[in-house]
């Protein structure tokens, strides 16, 4: 195993806060710093294979959002494969939502391909129930705790 960062396509383990495992797709990366994945369940004993993973569908994913590199870079997380099906057009980037705590603004937030910037952000309405992950950047143990929890381990 070395400390290798994912490509668009790869799939990869991250090992859950029990000593489980769960599993991400990385769908877009930029300058080999961060990606966008998005992270699936159920947690396993052990890493599955990527052929196995290869037949999750964006809809099932528990999480989706924009994450660093450094659980690869410290071993947590690994790449397990790249799935050769795999398609951009089948793992959509979505819209994102950022909410303002000081203003109390939400906002709708849209991404280019290249995930760098947004391209356009979208103040929704008071009331309105903006959906969607939340835009920034997650570090990998916010990644571990938060899809741990989604999974219930």
């Given at each position: 195993?070395?400390?290798?960062?994912p490509?668009?396509?790869?799939?990869?383990?991250?090992?859950?806060?029990?000593?489980?495992f769960?599993?991400g797709?990385?769908?877009r990366?930029?300058?080999?710093?961060?990606?966008?994945g998005?992270?699936?369940?159920p947690?396993t004993?052990v890493p599955?294979?990527?052929?196995d993973?290869?037949?999750?569908?964006a809809?099932?994913a528990?999480?989706i959002g924009?994450?660093?590199f450094?659980?690869?870079?410290t071993?947590?997380?690994?790449v397990?494969?790249?799935d050769?099906?795999?398609r951009?057009?089948?793992?959509p980037?979505p819209?994102?939502?950022?909410?303002?705590e000081l203003t109390?603004?939400?906002?709708?937030?849209?991404?280019d391909?290249?995930?760098?910037?947004?391209v356009?952000?979208?103040l929704v309405?008071?009331?309105?129930?903006a959906?969607?992950?939340e835009d920034?950047a997650m570090?990998?143990?916010?990644v571990?705790?938060r899809?741990?929890?989604?999974?219930g381990?």
């Amino acid at each position: 195993m070395t400390n290798q960062v994912p490509d668009p396509g790869d799939w990869f383990s991250l090992r859950l806060s029990n000593g489980q495992f769960a599993h991400g797709l990385a769908t877009r990366t930029h300058k080999r710093i961060y990606g966008l994945g998005y992270f699936f369940g159920p947690a396993t004993d052990v890493p599955m294979d990527p052929a196995d993973l290869s037949r999750a569908h964006a809809e099932s994913a528990v999480l989706i959002g924009k994450f660093g590199f450094l659980g690869f870079k410290t071993l947590d997380w690994q790449v397990l494969g790249h799935d050769s099906s795999w398609r951009e057009e089948d793992w959509p980037i979505p819209q994102f939502v950022r909410h303002e705590e000081l203003t109390g603004k939400t906002y709708l937030v849209t991404y280019d391909s290249g995930i760098y910037g947004p391209v356009k952000e979208t103040l929704v309405p008071p009331g309105h129930a903006a959906i969607g992950p939340e835009d920034g950047a997650m570090g990998h143990g916010f990644v571990v705790a938060r899809v741990s929890r989604l999974l219930g381990v």
